[in-house]
């Protein structure tokens, strides 16, 4: 009986054993002004923001952060934040820090065609975009690429070294 109890145990804990999980109390279901681009016709703050994340699987060796609206005319989407190379130490990035240059990661090209942040700017009018937030665990310290770099290929880059990823939907209209 006692043997059965430890069993039952250790597969409950093990059912109740959470992954990669990403949280915010900057956004939530909705982005507001703060989060939306200032520029192609938004007013907005454009300030990144903060996030947290906890139980980063073994094997991690660093983080990355990207933010993509899957939703935008582009029949690509549009890449609004690509963040790499983030120490696998790290638990969490303070809301603004994509708006400025910091040793912690290397933030690349997005598709406004500058580093950094760029926050939501559907066009108006149109239905409310899909915003994801996703924290990817990655099996290598760095990608070993520049802040130069095309969206796509760091997108390209951070897929085939993830071991765990977590994301938070949010969505934008204007």
Known sequence: MKKILAILS???SL??????????????????LKQEFNGFGCKGENISPKLIWENAPKGTKSFAITVYDPDAPTGSGWWHWL???INKDTRSIEEGFGNKETTKAIQSMTNYGTTGFGGACPPKGD???KYEFTIYALNVETLGLKKET???I???YINNHTI???TITS???R
Do not use: R, W
Request: overall charge positive; glycine content about 12%.
């Open 15 to 32: 059912l109740l054993a959470e992954g990669l999980t990403l949280k915010s109390p900057s956004i939530g279901g909705q982005l507001g």
């Open 83 to 85: 963040a790499f190379d």
């Open 127 to 129: 239905k409310a975009h």
């Open 171 to 173: 969505y934008y209209k």
């Open 150 to 152: 095309n969206p796509a």
């Open 164 to 166: 765990e990823k977590s």
């Open 10 to 12: 250790m597969c409950s």
């Open 154 to 156: 760091v997108g390209y």
